[in-house]
């Protein structure tokens, strides 16, 4: 990948776990191969050095957990969508006739790249204006009750006009995405379910105040019957992880409330290979616990669902405000000059701040309501995770990119969904024996 790239760059990893380590020094010595071997390797271009930063998931076994609520993330978390990302909806063609449509979901679908990063709440809103654009530019779209506000008023003028439904094509599947993922977020009672898991995740409510009697707000969502065995899972995961260690008969008790099965048991343990600990005592001071909830709260989001800020982040914005911690990220090789200052490997593009001062947006518009495209300074930034990437760590490198203008690549072993999460868990012990 960095070859392809053309990219020779400085390699820095997380000291969390050993295999991002390796993952490092392979990809160094590799590198170093190559360019001995390959006259052409690094290309003499006109720019400065990139920097690889090498994660694994044990820096933050929390996040593929949790639900997001911002549509691309939300519809591979609650749809059956397909490995390639294909999705198969249901439509009503110009005939009359209910016809099936299989998609991909992919910056060939025009609407796409502006949804897929923007809350639910947002993504909706966003398809009623589109959609109210194209009646207005298009005279004989008309429909009788004038201008649409929600998604079955968008259904009904839709139905109303036969003649376009080609052209409407695009609309219609989101639609039907929207309000999929509506009636399974009413029906799965998730937002119960996410101001608990936000709750946890932060250690702090909505007001600010510190988070207690956790085993009293989560024993009746286990017990709820409505709940799906992969929701009560991800809760107890959750509810493991952020309080770094419970009493193993509380631990019993609450799978026990959830009807836990032995498999879906061992995997909840074999989050100790991420270094979770799983045993009240077992390991870090309750200082410390404090210290990570206060920076998992600090960023001003705009929905109560959404408090949560992916590690990931901040790792990343530490390294381009030359902030990051090199005991904790060290170079494979001896540091670049300037990086401790963060100079000439990270450094903030020209107007840049944290974006923890500022109410973040899920996708800034331009005038025309597509989405700015501002011209990237500074070397590039390459972000590896193995383990996988969630969509919520890919939302937050776009806004980092935004944000300071930087060309940051983010990719990992493969894309991390909350039911891939869990069947890697289920896994874990076996591969390790094997």
């Not at 006259?39 to 949790?66: H, I, K, M, Q, Y």
């Not at 204006?129 to 009904?156: C, I, P, R, Y």
């Not at 029906?187 to 909505?206: C, H, P, R, S, W």
């Not at 005038?367 to 890919?394: D, H």
Request: hydrophobic share 35%; with cysteine.
């Amino acid at each position: 990948f960095c070859s392809t790239l053309g990219e020779y760059p400085f390699i820095r990893y997380s000291t969390s776990h050993q295999t991002a380590s390796s993952i490092a020094s392979q990809v160094q010595d590799q590198l170093d191969a190559l360019s001995r071997a390959c006259t052409g390797f690094p290309p003499n271009l006109d720019r400065e050095r990139a920097t690889l930063l090498v994660f694994d998931r044990s820096l933050d076994p929390l996040s593929p957990c949790l639900h997001e609520f911002t549509y691309q993330a939300m519809a591979f978390d609650l749809l059956p969508i397909e490995g390639d990302a294909t999705y198969t909806h249901e439509f009503t063609n110009r005939a009359g006739q209910i016809v099936k449509k299989s998609v991909l979901l992919n910056e060939n679908d025009t609407l796409w790249p502006e949804l897929r990063y923007r809350h639910i709440a947002e993504a909706i809103n966003f398809l009623v204006e589109k959609f109210n654009g194209f009646m207005e530019s298009n005279k004989g779209a008309q429909f009788s009750k004038g201008q649409v506000s929600d998604l079955k008023g968008m259904s009904d003028a839709m139905r109303s006009m036969p003649q376009y439904t080609e052209m409407l094509s695009k609309y219609s599947l989101h639609i039907t995405i929207a309000q999929e993922l509506m009636r399974r977020f009413t029906e799965g009672n998730l937002e119960k379910v996410g101001y608990l898991e936000q709750d946890m995740a932060t250690g702090f409510d909505i007001d600010s105040n510190p988070v207690r009697n956790l085993i009293t707000a989560i024993t009746p969502l286990l017990r709820e019957a409505r709940l799906s065995v992969s929701d009560k899972m991800r809760l107890l995961m959750i509810y493991l992880i952020t309080q770094e260690g419970i009493r193993k008969a509380d631990r019993t008790k609450l799978m026990e409330f959830a009807d836990i099965c032995l498999e879906d048991q061992a995997a909840l343990r074999n989050l100790f290979y991420l270094n979770v600990s799983l045993e009240q005592g077992s390991k870090k001071s309750s200082e410390k616990k404090k210290e990570k909830r206060e920076k998992r709260r600090r960023d001003d989001v705009p929905y109560d669902l959404s408090r949560f800020v992916p590690p990931l982040k901040d790792a990343v914005e530490a390294f381009i405000l030359g902030q990051m911690n090199p005991k904790d990220f060290p170079y494979v090789k001896d540091p670049p000059v300037g990086a401790e200052a963060g100079t000439s490997v990270g450094g903030t593009a020209p107007g840049g701040h944290s974006y923890r001062t500022d109410r973040p947006r899920w996708a800034a518009k331009a005038k025309g309501g597509k989405e700015e495209e501002v011209q990237s300074v500074g070397p590039r930034i390459l972000v590896f995770i193995a383990g996988g990437v969630t969509y919520a760590e890919c939302r937050s490198m776009a806004e980092l990119a935004k944000q300071y203008k930087r060309e940051i690549v983010i990719g990992g072993t493969h894309l991390l969904t909350p039911s891939g999460y869990l069947d890697a868990l289920r896994k874990i012990k076996v591969s390790t024996v094997a």
